[in-house]
């Protein structure tokens, strides 16, 4: 019974510790030029659980989090090291914004604007999955080269194309018809959180549920023992890909439609950049599954809106958090993290030990 | 006669930009080879930058900030090596937990070091002289470059630690029962690949740009990775890889100066390039890239 426990708890306990490690790593480089490590985390504990507005701003930044997280999480199971959410992201953003091209009612126009986003990002995820299909081309290669290029025609597009005629920095606004309503006012919180939410437990319905999620998760586990089943790889490599590319466009489109004040691109894209990226970490620490990646989302996104205030208060520059997130990864790496500690700490060994001893 | 001076022109910028792509890949290569995959080159690129800038300025010497380019990419390939070498753990996380960190080290180093969000322009005073030309300046370390391509394809090719080196990636346990120490070989040629790369950063940093930015890289660790898949893990096809890259890297900072072709093709069009050619070359590479069989596979002993 308790090593039943042990072993589902293993997977948390190691996130948990990982994340620890990463906030020790970042204690270390902020100490060493000189910056205060404990007032920096007290004015990112505070600034996400001290206030209904730091709250608030956490959830609306875990929420592109959750489908980009999910998009590198259905990557894994699917045996794939798809790194391309940003890219395809920025495309799922393009699509929202031109559907405020067209007028539409009240509704329809919504749904309409976040199926552009998921088609867009789907379709830039192809160039990448026909590439690995049928050149054998490594995934984590194509889909960088496709971030940059989506970066570089998302900015022309949103230059020369969407732009806003009164205001050279930003695109066209989602038309009020697409726009997703406030959840707590005075907080940029909408329904967006909700939308993302939805999407994570279809997903986990979909790729644990179905026997098209069986496939892609065999496929992932044991190409060898998916192509004796008669499991078809490549359509399976496929669909892992367009629904990662679908999860990266709905993040996209929903920073637009769920965004305020602007409800727009900004030709710099700074609303979108490294949502992609951190859905990587995120995905790493929710252990690759639907349920953990939102978790693991709403604590990136407490370290980014914590990260301005620390910059306010203890003037520690709030790329700090880059560091801390880096230093999570590299300790994810290592699966024996808890076992390598466990030998280190006799605490944690003997408690270890009681909890496998008494099964 | 304008034409040939610019192709000259860009002819000596490829021949810089070849040198932070190369010496990557052709670390990852010796990596590869052992078995050990690390595809946090461009994050190496960025630590090593900005510690070499560091270590320059701090003693006004630009050989000392190479020096310290390639410590610190020691240092991250030792870190690299005990996770994937001794600790069994997932090379390819570990290799994106290095990209993420290096971005973020340079971006907040910029502003702990020097204040600035934007860019640091390294004083010239550090920074490595040239040979002149009457097209611009060629770098001693891209002769060095070929040396080290040479050196390097003649150590896994023609030595006995080379095939060592080749035994441990493609089966590892015909190496163990043969005597060579598995772990060790793949320990020291990820830390050797790594540091190889923090070469090429502190070039980047204290040689040919002399500029640090948030994106220094500019992907260029992940196009050495294309540039070792092109190369089908030899050096010498890697140099004539890192060139082709670094010629159309090249491409766009030289159109980028010249008006004329600006106001024809918007200018994202221009960035866009080794991008696409990047997919494009590696698309088109003739015959599929044969990688040794247990790479990214870590060993157990049983």
Request: hydrophobic fraction near 55%; charged fraction near 10%.
């Amino acid at each position: 019974m308790m090593k039943q426990i042990y072993t589902r708890l293993k997977p948390i306990i190691t996130s948990v510790l990982a994340g620890l490690v990463g906030l020790a790593g970042g204690a270390i480089i902020m100490a060493l030029w000189g910056y205060p490590p404990i007032a920096a985390y007290q004015a990112v504990f505070s600034s996400v659980f001290g206030s209904l507005y730091g709250f608030g701003s956490t959830l609306a930044q875990a929420t592109p989090l959750i489908l980009t997280g999910l998009t590198f999480a259905i990557g894994v199971r699917g045996g794939l090291f798809n790194i391309g959410a940003e890219g395809q992201m920025f495309l799922g953003a393009i699509g929202a914004v031109a559907v405020s091209l067209i007028s539409l009612p009240v509704g329809l126009h919504l749904i309409v604007a976040l199926l552009a986003g998921m088609l867009a990002g789907a379709l830039w995820s192809m160039p990448a999955s026909i590439l690995k299909t049928t050149r054998g081309i490594h995934e984590v290669i194509s889909t960088i080269m496709l971030n940059w290029i989506a970066l570089y025609l998302g900015m022309y597009l949103v230059i020369d194309w969407l732009g806003d005629p009164g205001r050279a920095e930003k695109s066209i606004s989602a038309a009020p018809t697409a726009r997703l309503p406030g959840m707590l006012s005075g907080t940029s919180l909408t329904y967006a959180l909700v939308v993302s939410v939805i999407f994570a437990l279809i997903m986990f319905f979909l790729v644990w549920k179905t026997t098209l999620g069986f496939e892609l998760r065999v496929v992932g586990q044991n190409p060898g023992a998916a192509n004796y089943a008669g499991i078809n790889e490549n359509f399976s490599v496929h669909s892992t890909f367009i629904l990662g590319g679908m999860a990266a466009g709905l993040a996209g489109a929903l920073q637009i439609v769920g965004h305020p004040p602007t409800f727009a691109l900004y030709a710099d894209f700074s609303t979108v950049r490294n949502l992609g990226f951190d859905g990587i970490g995120v995905a790493l620490i929710g252990r690759n599954h639907p349920i953990g990646v939102i978790f693991a989302a709403i604590f990136f996104a407490g370290l980014n809106v914590g990260a301005r205030t620390m910059q306010i208060t203890a003037g520690v520059p709030l790329e700090m958090v880059r560091i801390i997130q880096g230093v999570i990864v590299i300790a994810l790496a290592a699966p024996e993290l808890l076992d390598f500690w466990s030998k280190l700490i006799p605490g944690i060994r003997n408690w270890i030990g009681e909890l496998k001893g008494s099964s | 006669m304008e034409i040939l001076t610019s192709f000259l022109k860009i002819f000596i910028i490829s021949l810089n930009a070849m040198v932070p792509i190369t010496l990557a890949a052709v670390g990852e290569i010796i990596g590869e080879r052992a078995g050990v995959i690390d595809i946090g080159l461009e994050g190496i690129l960025l630590i090593s930058a900005f510690v070499g800038t560091i270590g320059a300025q701090s003693t006004g010497s630009p050989y000392v900030g190479l020096l310290f380019g390639i410590m610190v990419g020691l240092v991250i390939g030792i870190i690299h090596g005990l996770i994937s070498v001794y600790l069994k753990g997932d090379q390819v996380i570990s290799g994106v937990g290095i990209n993420l960190f290096g971005g973020g080290l340079m971006a907040f180093g910029l502003i702990a070091v020097w204040r600035t969000p934007g860019h640091h322009v390294v004083p010239s005073a550090v920074r490595m002289p040239k040979i002149a030309t009457p097209f611009g300046g060629i770098s001693y370390i891209t002769i060095l470059t070929l040396l080290i391509v040479a050196g390097v394809y003649y150590l896994l090719t023609r030595t006995k630690l080379g095939l060592k080196i080749n035994v441990t990636g493609e089966h590892p346990r015909a190496a163990d029962v043969a005597g060579v120490n598995v772990e060790k070989i793949r320990f020291f040629a990820t830390v050797t690949g790594a540091a190889l790369a923090g070469f090429g950063g502190a070039f980047m940093a204290v040689d040919w740009f002399g500029v640090l930015t948030k994106e220094l890289a500019a992907g260029r660790g992940f196009i050495a990775l294309a540039t070792v898949v092109f190369s089908k893990l030899n050096p010498l096809l890697a140099l004539l890889g890192g060139f082709i890259f670094g010629f159309f890297d090249s491409l766009g900072v030289w159109v980028s100066s010249a008006p004329s072709i600006k106001q024809v093709i918007p200018w994202q069009f221009i960035l866009m390039i080794p991008y696409v050619v990047t997919l494009l070359v590696v698309a088109g590479a003739i015959g599929r890239a044969r990688f040794p069989d247990k790479l990214g596979e870590p060993y157990r002993r049983e």
